[in-house]
């Protein structure tokens, strides 16, 4: 019996979990916010981040993203809580750690592989095509009501957010 059980561990597909970051950027002279018009996945207007890379803790990840992505080098995030994707039947998760800063130097790339970027208003951003569910970001970025935005889902169900903690 021992054996069987055992054995079905083995067999089994181990869920995954993948650890991203995003980053909003804004300019304190003039309130705009630094968008990425993303042409590959997540297509739409977005913030720019990234994957964490194996051993990089998730601040560097986003430190680096931003660099790597935009050409500026910030400094001084403000950790804005978390969203928080769950599979319900494969059990994978998918996290994306949200931070905002004032502070960058640097020339921005105006273009990369990835998507254009370009400085605007966040009634602008409201206004666009942002990426899926960026809307529903925003309130972690603006607010600091909450602490994590939570979304359990199944393929081909439509996904609802939940918003969690805050003051």
Known sequence: MKMRNCMKMRNRIMPKTELTTMVMIENPATGEVLVQDRLLSWKGLSFPGGHVDDGE???????????????????????????????????????????????????????????????????????????????????????EKHSEVFGPWREGEDRELEYKGGA
């Open 57 to 143: 803790s998730v601040y560097d990840c986003a430190v680096r993203e931003v660099l790597e992505e935009t050409g500026l080098a910030v400094r001084d995030l403000k950790p804005c809580g978390m969203v928080h994707w769950c599979n319900l039947d494969t059990r994978d998760r998918y996290f994306v750690f949200l931070f905002k800063t004032q502070t960058y130097s640097g020339t921005l790339i105006p273009e990369m592989e990835e998507g254009r970027h370009a400085w605007m208003s966040l009634e602008a951003l409201r206004r666009g095509k942002c990426s899926p569910y960026l809307d529903q970001y925003l309130p972690l970025f603006l607010e």
